[in-house]
């Protein structure tokens, strides 16, 4: 009988093992950062507050080498010298006192005369409450009524012309147009949670008739969107960025589509247009981009890598997409993502420094070459060499790898007092977008989301110059019809001026 010899190589064998040890290792931390950030989105908070811990080690400990730092002329960013702009602040809180009421308010007068006899009393003064009160808003009819005249000597009828109206065909006047507008776009309030609230007031307006209502005014107010679209993008400076929006599609059954609001938005002039398409390709930006030239701040979607190809487009990206990467990686490497939200605090700093002090744009950019960007260079160089040390999976390898491949185009915003360290702008003009797509869930068209994209254009400039849209929104509606192509820019937001009664 033959014996067969079967020689195990162990130490390949325990490498094979501990291999493979450490990629479950690798994929179990990556998949407890995916789990930690689900439950972050699902429960918790979505401020991204860092306190900076004192003493952290990797602060301490950075492997540049004094050598290094005196070649790249890189300085510790921890030795920078900035100012912070504090208020004092009184410890004995002093009592307001009840809140006073705005003056423009109606005053209804109550008196209370005392039970008493008081004939013969002398007045010597009065006790004065307010009490703030409000009654549900009123409807009621604008009864249009126009004279019919007989004109002497079988001369005809006299009458006179019938007004203007937004919507001739529809029985709602200017005012309720806009509030029904303002009511579902800025108050995110549903147009069949509008009809119950007519309802109540035993007024019945069909879902049918309400939506051509909004059909009708966006409709009316199509030449305002597009001559706020072209003064947008003759602009030299462009926010972009995408929010999904669900559609209703005729050709897709039993679901909905997934659409996408592209939103440009300029911080320096403060407009912003929205723009709906179907997809996310790189297709709509090269269409509505065509001509632009100056600067697109964007978070690093690959849809805008087109930009970088034209000489005249410099393309900057936004340092709190980079700052959040480091802040959801807490969890994963505590100590080195402390020490780069450390790092990007610095940089925030000298912007707050800046909006305190009112630079102008020369200035902001004197100051952030003299104390961003030795920050910028030394916090680049300890990326670069901490990335070599992590495994490529890990959430801080991933936020460290984000930031290094974008790193020259997080640093133009130096170069430029006007530009703006991050892309917030815009995305605080996509917020009422999200918080509308909770209550309203989706749009019933792909015409409809354009409609939409309209409405938020227009609304979302007035609130950029702190307009009051219900106020602008029946103005306009009621000057529209009769106004001149011509100068339809006099009653865009930005330009708006009120008819003095």
């Known amino acids: 009988m033959q014996v067969i010899t079967v020689h195990t190589d162990y130490k390949v064998l325990y490498e094979d093992v501990t291999l493979q040890f450490e990629a479950l290792q690798v994929k179990y931390e990556a998949l407890q950062q995916e789990v930690v950030h689900l439950k972050k989105m699902i429960f918790g908070s979505r401020h991204e507050r860092f306190i900076p811990t004192e003493n952290n080690p990797i602060q301490l ?16 960013a921890k030795k920078i010298s900035y100012t912070r702009i504090t208020t004092e602040v009184n410890k004995t809180k002093v009592h307001p006192g009840r809140m006073k009421l705005p003056e423009h308010l109606e005053r209804r007068e109550i008196i209370i005369e005392p039970q008493e006899d008081t004939t013969h009393c002398k007045k010597i003064g009065e006790e004065i409450t307010e009490e703030l009160e409000y009654e549900p808003g009123n409807l009621y009819v604008n009864k249009i009524v126009r004279p019919k ?104 059954k039993g679901t909905t589509h997934r659409g996408y609001y592209w939103v440009y938005h300029n911080s320096v002039l ?19 981009l065509k001509d632009f030239k100056g600067y697109l701040q964007t978070d690093g979607y690959p849809g805008y890598d087109f930009l970088k190809q034209k000489k005249d487009v410099t393309v900057l990206n936004c340092m709190a997409h980079a700052r959040r990467m480091f802040y959801d990686a807490l969890a994963n490497d505590k100590s080195r993502a402390e020490y780069a939200l450390q790092q990007f605090g610095l940089l ?78 815009v995305e605080n003009s996509i917020r009422p ?61 930005q330009n708006w001026k009120p008819l003095q009664k």
């Open 348 to 425: 925030y700093d000298i912007e707050r420094k800046a909006v305190q002090l009112s630079m102008t744009a020369d200035e902001v950019k004197q100051l952030r070459q003299n104390e961003a960007v030795p920050v910028l260079q030394s916090l680049g160089q300890w990326m670069q060499q901490e990335y070599l040390k992590l495994p490529p999976k890990s959430a801080l390898a991933q936020a460290l790898q984000y930031s290094i491949a974008r790193w020259e185009a997080l640093s133009i915003y130096t170069t430029n007092g006007k530009l703006n360290i991050d892309n917030n702008p």
């Open 270 to 288: 403060r407009l912003v247009i929205f723009e709906y398409q179907p997809g996310r390709g790189k297709e709509h930006p090269e269409k509505i």
């Open 149 to 252: 005249y007989a004109r002497p000597n079988n001369g005809g009828i006299a009458t006179a012309p019938m007004i203007e109206r937004p919507l001739p065909k529809a029985i709602a006047g200017a005012g309720l147009l806009a509030q029904i507008v303002i009511d579902k776009y800025v108050d995110h309030l549903p147009l069949y949670r509008q009809m119950e609230r007519f309802k109540r007031e035993d007024i019945i307006i069909p879902y049918s008739t309400i939506t051509d209502w909004v059909s009708g005014t966006c409709k009316l107010i199509e030449p305002l969107y597009e001559a706020l679209k072209r003064m947008v993008l003759k602009s030299d400076y462009l926010h972009a960025d995408e929010s999904p929006l669900k559609v209703l599609d005729k050709d897709k």
């Open 433 to 493: 977008v999200a918080i509308g797509r909770k209550n309203y869930l989706f749009a019933g068209s792909h015409d409809a989301a354009q409609r939409s994209a309209m409405l938020y254009s227009l609304l979302g400039t007035c609130k950029l110059h702190n307009i009051n849209p219900f106020v602008w929104l029946r103005d306009v509606l009621k000057r529209l019809p009769e106004h001149p192509i011509n100068r339809i820019d006099e009653l865009l937001p």
């Open 61 to 76: 400990a950075l492997n540049i080498q004094a050598d290094q730092i005196a070649q790249c002329s890189i300085i510790d």
